[in-house]
């Protein structure tokens, strides 16, 4: 028999999503794109899990209209020229953002929040670079209209007592174990696009570091045909009501994935 408190403790807790790197792009895009397998599981995973938070942790967009290597060893053409370019890419993330809006209101979800990612600072720079700053990635994407909590690229935001941000704070090999020792604090991060973890003990207890993988396409024409480390993955987070929390990394191959018990398969 579960004692009244730790009931009422319980009906306190909290599960949530985390969603990594989508790179959501316009159709034909050469390099971003989410898979469209991965995406159909994250949709089917959040009417299974009825999370009451959702987290994107970053790099929900392509951008390679406005990317910060595109034109650099030429001069970047006009703002008129890319003007299509670019409400193109507007379009795309924002149909995604819509569709994760409807999956979430229709269980209820109640947070949700975007650490910026690396991409979306390309946004903001062109923003910047062309004095528009209605460019700036969180107005491209109506993050304040859909409701969504943001935090600026390199920033920390909270669940639980568990970190979450967009990552390359710490790189190289191992980097779940550099993160978890660098912060000494508890994270879970994209960026990297490879599903890693790190556990330390320190002073104030027990760490953990989780590196979550990606949603976007694995094939990049930028890479050459060279084999990586990536792989498709999200995260479910148990918050408990003191702020403990228990995270679950779900790893999805070739459009399969199980959730609480559950096979799910990309329709």
């Keep these: 028999m579960i004692p009244s408190g730790m009931k009422r403790d319980l009906m306190k807790a909290k599960t949530w999503i985390v969603c990594p790197d989508t790179h959501v792009a316009p159709k034909g895009s050469v390099e971003g794109g989410i898979d469209p397998k991965a995406e159909s599981v994250l949709m089917q995973a959040i009417e299974i899990v009825k999370p009451g938070g959702f987290a994107h942790i970053g790099d929900v967009g392509e951008w390679e209209s406005v990317c910060g290597y595109r034109w650099e060893r030429r001069k970047r053409p006009p703002f008129e020229w890319l003007k299509p370019m670019?409400?193109?890419d507007v379009e795309a993330v924002n149909e995604f953002l819509d569709r994760v809006d409807k999956k979430?209101?229709?269980?209820?979800?109640?947070?949700?929040?975007?650490?910026?990612?690396?991409?979306?600072?390309?946004?903001?720079?062109?923003?910047e670079e062309e004095t528009r700053p209605e460019f700036k990635a969180r107005a491209l994407m109506r993050v304040d209209e859909r409701g969504w909590r943001w935090h600026d690229h390199g920033k920390f935001a909270k669940i639980g007592r568990l970190y979450a941000t967009h990552g390359g704070h710490f790189t190289g090999l191992?980097?779940?174990?550099?993160?978890v020792m660098g912060?000494?604090?508890?994270?879970?991060?994209?960026?990297?696009?490879?599903?890693?973890?790190?556990?330390?003990m320190r002073l104030g207890g027990a760490c953990g570091a989780w590196s979550i993988g990606c949603l976007a396409k694995l094939e990049k024409k930028f890479l050459g045909g060279r084999p990586t480390s990536w792989s498709h993955a999200f995260a479910i987070v148990h918050v408990e009501a003191g702020g403990e929390f228990h995270v679950e990394v779900v790893d999805i191959y070739d459009g399969v994935a199980w959730v609480y018990g559950k096979r799910l398969e990309a329709k």
Excluded: Q
């Excluded at 209101?105 to 720079?125: L, M």
């Excluded at 912060?183 to 330390?200: D, K, Q, R, W």
């Design 86 to 88: 670019i409400d193109a």
């Design 104 to 127: 979430l209101d229709k269980v209820g979800c109640e947070e949700r929040f975007i650490t910026e990612g690396n991409h979306e600072v390309w946004c903001d720079n062109f923003a």
């Design 174 to 179: 191992h980097h779940a174990y550099k993160t």
């Design 183 to 200: 912060l000494s604090a508890s994270c879970i991060y994209g960026h990297f696009h490879n599903v890693e973890s790190a556990h330390v």
